[in-house]
């Protein structure tokens, strides 16, 4: 019988022992050291994510050498004292002895565990880390802790040398520690290591198998500690029989305990065995999950999934590759024998794996790593094929942005119901959303990727002019006069309508109309017919089309496609890009038939920082050279460039529309804005909109007409004359429009709305999503995303929306394509570097108009020297073009000297900026971790201190007084 009151003496009776001293406090005072400098190592700011992930991956190293320094002295100690005879003399069994000495080191390691939580402070200060992962993080040190505390002890009670003692406990815990390094990769061995259960924990799963694992171990070695103390009672002669009995015991303890671990992981493959205490829930599959896997027929066949997986990855896709083997399992458990799993492990990109998985489209993510303290480019692959009888679906690389769910889960749904897909039908207009046809070939022209993309969920059907007048008047024909009147439907006959309807028309699931202002009267009065009828249409249009600038003398960037310009001539030598000769119709008509307030040329002028490692691409578009990241003459980058978050300091997206509620960063280039007209007709839900106050630029305001200064000589006055006239546009034919250096008319308002949806009534019905940007999802936007390491989601929500129009359909699967990992960056060094980077780029752009006024000075001083020769009436014409020459090729090479040296202290001083910049942030950094490593032992070292004080005192009274 276990006494609780035996054990609870032999447990305050060591747990005092260890805090009697200051070694004790000072153990823990290291401990918690560690723990700080190797949370907040270089690689935590480097990776910008709030989390104890650093420490994780070395905790059971760190374990390696506290646990041996607690358990130590538990048994040596008393051997060596002989107190050990004076403890077994007690009235005491050996189990409640052993289970005293247990409890107490477990509480000292408790202890320290607690006292490392001081480290959580300045990471709450950096950033938002997922308490709940924190919480099973810690759980899962716990539990290691206690796992190996049982092996230090055992390793204690061997010897009477606390420093044999703490080597033997080295070495025993070592073989569960170090193991990781050999088992990593083999099947189902690779489990029985500390570092394998402990990530799971580390990852915010609460498994099963973790905790029989971490028992099994505090058992078998607690039994194997029990046995080597009670060898004081045995026989002397029968010492050899007991041993044998008990080795033999011992093994088959050790058999039971491993064969009960991988027979509960075996059953944990059929019956959920874990606890998912992520903030998103990310390894619950959903309940959309389990109906799809569900609902998968004789038809579909059986469905196979293979996953192509690197077995080595770097530290940031470890989380993605434990996310994505944890959900496959799922799905292959609960799929009842109907999901297969065929796991490809990549050994390298070297591999004949690596090539297979190229071969089938798995495509490798490139990242860089560091080895040996140097940097290297990396291939891995973390991609899978879905396949069934009805044909298969590639999903070609997984990235910490995706959502693995949604991804599989939609894979199968469409191929068990591959005729029952979504139909989205893509209107033609000036933006040629689709493609442009030309000689019977589709040509990309900007939005190449986002087709592709859509392609692999939908049917997407290209739709003109005439086929939405067909779909209109199919409708109309449908329907009586009263019906007609209520709904407005007004413009046309119903008479006209019955006589022009052709044989009955499929109508798709979502018209999808990308550059709506580029439409003309006739296509413009089908689609408000369309819109009218309550069918769901997807808007998108744009102030200004990033993807359409044009080239004009000057080295500057004209607009071209913007709504209040207007269409390209058929003389133009772009004119095939035309999808109507007429005149673009008057939008005023759109938006009175939505209930909105809309100028389709008003930009949102809202500057918002940029993502710190953001670096702009090369702009590589049509009638565009390649360029500087950012071209001058193309506008403040700050309004060009519009991030929507959702952050602390940044909420942009409406979180009780579905759309967007799972949104996290948008980037939107000269974005439009929308609003409620004030009768407010209709609902009108905001999805994204700009942080009050918002601002806006009209097109006056951010525009003007480029002017060209032509030199004459006026005969009258004998001088040199200039006369400024419009610049015209050779693919227009009409003035050319640049973006104007001085748009500083801003209008201060409540906050601007750049996409919302607008559904009406019964009566007249509407379901419209309207996006004031086109180039989000152009493929500039995907060459933006890779260079930002959290992603945007601006694909992300042009399927949100499609889906959502769909009534009945789609919700499902956009609340599942939210379930992400949050980006959990660090804020406050965010801040910083953020802080820096503008630093850096509003004195660079000081110089460089600095240099400009030199260049302009050198220039006019040119200029002048010219002009003075030039109205020198004392010298012949001859003379003097012979002597504006010669100054000018003087003066030119001395302009050629100062602009060298003025461009190469420009350059001397832009690398400076750069290096302060580089300065700034590990400053920072560096401030940030000596905070955090200095303030995290210092609870512990006071109360040391303070112990030892007290104690110091209390002798020296107990002196006095003797």
């Not at 907040?40 to 992930?53: E, G, R, T």
């Not at 008003?602 to 390649?626: C, D, R, V, Y």
């Not at 570097?833 to 004195?843: D, F, H, K, N, V």
Request: proline share 4%.
């Amino acid at each position: 019988m276990i006494r609780p009151s035996v054990i609870g003496w032999i447990f305050w009776r060591n747990v005092k022992s260890y805090f009697s001293g200051m070694l004790g406090y000072l153990i823990i005072v290291a401990f918690v050291t560690l723990c700080a400098l190797l949370t907040f190592s270089q690689s935590f700011f480097a990776n910008n994510y709030a989390s104890l992930d650093e420490l994780s991956q070395v905790y059971s190293w760190l374990l390696l050498f506290l646990i041996p320094a607690i358990t130590m002295g538990a048994w040596a100690e008393e051997h060596r004292s002989g107190t050990d005879v004076l403890l077994f003399t007690l009235p005491a069994s050996t189990w409640e002895i052993l289970l005293g000495k247990y409890l107490a080191v477990s509480a000292v390691y408790a202890v320290a565990l607690l006292f490392s939580l001081t480290q959580l402070i300045p990471l709450a200060s950096l950033g938002q880390p997922d308490w709940s992962v924190v919480v099973s993080t810690y759980y899962g040190y716990f539990l290691a802790g206690m796992a190996l505390l049982s092996i230090g002890l055992f390793a204690s009670s061997l010897t009477r040398d606390s420093a044999v003692a703490f080597v033997l406990g080295m070495l025993f815990c070592s073989l569960p520690v170090l193991s990781n390094y050999f088992l990593q990769g083999v099947p189902y061995l690779d489990l029985l290591t500390i570092q394998t259960q402990l990530n799971q924990y580390a990852n915010g799963i609460v498994t099963f198998t973790g905790l029989f694992y971490f028992g099994g171990l505090v058992a078998l070695f607690l039994y194997l500690n029990h046995i080597v103390i009670s060898q004081r009672f045995w026989a002397r002669f029968g010492k050899p029989f007991m041993s044998l009995n008990f080795a033999v015991r011992s093994v088959a303890f050790l058999t039971l305990v491993v064969a009960g671990f991988f027979l509960m992981e075996r059953l944990s493959n059929r019956f959920p065995a874990y606890l998912d205490l992520t903030s998103e829930r990310l390894y619950t599959l959903d309940k959309t999950t389990l109906a799809t896997i569900q609902n998968v027929d004789e038809s579909t066949g059986q469905v196979t999934i293979e996953a192509y997986i690197s077995a080595e990855v770097p530290a940031e896709f470890v989380p993605t590759k434990k996310l994505l083997e944890t959900l496959l399992s799922q799905y292959e458990r609960l799929g009842g024998g109907q999901v297969v799993l065929r796991k490809v492990v990549v050994p390298d990109a070297t591999s004949d794996e690596a090539t297979q998985a190229e071969e089938l489209g798995i495509e490798p993510i490139s990242t860089q790593t560091s080895i040996g303290g140097k940097n290297v480019q990396q291939e891995i692959f973390l991609g899978a094929i879905v396949r069934t009888a009805n044909g298969e679906t590639i999903l070609p690389k997984f990235s910490e942005q995706t959502s693995i769910e949604y991804e599989i889960t939609r894979a199968i749904s469409i191929l068990s119901n591959k005729n029952n897909r979504l139909t989205i039908g893509v209107l033609d207009t000036d933006m040629h959303f689709a493609g442009l046809e030309m000689q019977g070939q589709v040509v990309d022209l900007g939005f190449g990727r986002t087709k592709k993309e859509l392609e692999k969920f939908y049917k997407i059907r290209r739709v003109n002019a005439g086929l939405l007048k067909d779909f209109a008047d199919s409708m109309m024909s449908s329907i009586d006069a009263a019906t007609a009147a209520t709904r407005g439907l007004t413009h046309r006959t119903l008479d006209e309508a019955r006589t022009t309807a052709i044989k009955e028309v499929k109508l798709p699931d979502v018209l999808l109309v990308a550059g709506v202002s580029s439409l003309d009267d006739a296509t413009l009065d089908s689609l408000i017919e369309y819109i009218k009828f309550g069918k769901p249409v997807l808007i998108l249009d744009d102030p200004v089309p990033f993807f359409w600038p044009t080239y004009v003398t000057g080295g500057q960037f004209g607009l071209l496609r913007s709504p209040s310009q207007p269409r390209l001539t058929p003389q133009s030598p772009f004119g095939v890009l035309n999808s109507s000769m007429s005149p673009k119709a008057d939008m005023n008509r759109l938006a009175t038939a939505l209930g909105l307030s809309w100028n389709p040329s008003t930009i949102i002028a809202n500057s918002a920082s940029e993502p710190a490692s953001f670096e702009f691409p090369m702009l590589q578009m049509p009638m565009m050279e390649g360029s500087a990241a950012w071209p001058e003459g193309y506008g403040d980058r700050k309004r060009a460039l519009v991030f929507f978050r959702n952050t602390n300091q940044q909420t942009n997206f409406n979180p009780q529309a579905i759309v967007s509620a799972g949104l996290r960063e948008l980037l939107f280039m000269y974005s439009g804005a929308i609003a409620q007209e004030a009768s407010k007709k209709f609902q009108f839900q905001p999805l994204v909109s700009t942080d009050a106050p918002g601002y806006s630029l009209g097109y006056e305001q951010y525009s003007e007409n480029l002017q060209s200064v032509r030199r004459g000589f006026d005969r009258a006055t004998g001088r040199t004359v200039e006369q400024k006239t419009d610049q015209v546009n050779p693919y227009t034919g009409f003035a050319e429009r640049v973006f104007s250096e001085n748009a500083t008319d801003v209008i201060e308002k409540e906050g601007l709305v750049a996409a919302a949806k607008v559904t009406g009534t019964e009566a007249e019905p509407r379901r419209v999503i309207f996006i004031c940007d086109t180039d989000f999802v152009s493929d500039l936007a995907y060459e933006c995303a890779d260079n930002i390491k959290s992603g945007l989601d601006n694909f992300i929500l042009l399927q949100n929306a499609i889906e959502n129009l769909v009534e009945n359909q789609g919700d499902s699967f956009i609340a599942m394509r939210g379930r992400r990992p949050k980006s959990r960056p660090l804020e406050k060094i965010e801040d910083v570097r953020i802080a820096a980077r503008l630093q850096r780029e509003q004195r660079q752009g000081e110089l460089e108009r600095e240099l400009q006024v030199k260049l302009d000075e050198a220039q006019a001083k040119l200029d002048e020297k010219t002009k003075a020769l030039q109205e020198n009436q004392d010298l012949s014409i001859g003379q003097r073009l012979q002597l504006v020459a010669t100054a000018a090729s003087e003066e030119q090479k001395q302009i050629n000297r100062e602009v060298e040296k003025l461009e190469k202290a420009f350059r001397q001083e832009i690398k400076s900026l750069e290096v302060n910049e580089k300065k700034i942030i590990v400053s920072q950094e560096q401030w940030a971790r000596f905070f955090a490593v200095f303030m995290s032992p210092l609870p512990a070292l006071v109360i040391g201190i303070w112990v030892v004080l007290v104690r110091l005192i209390n002798q020296a009274n107990s002196r006095r007084k003797s």
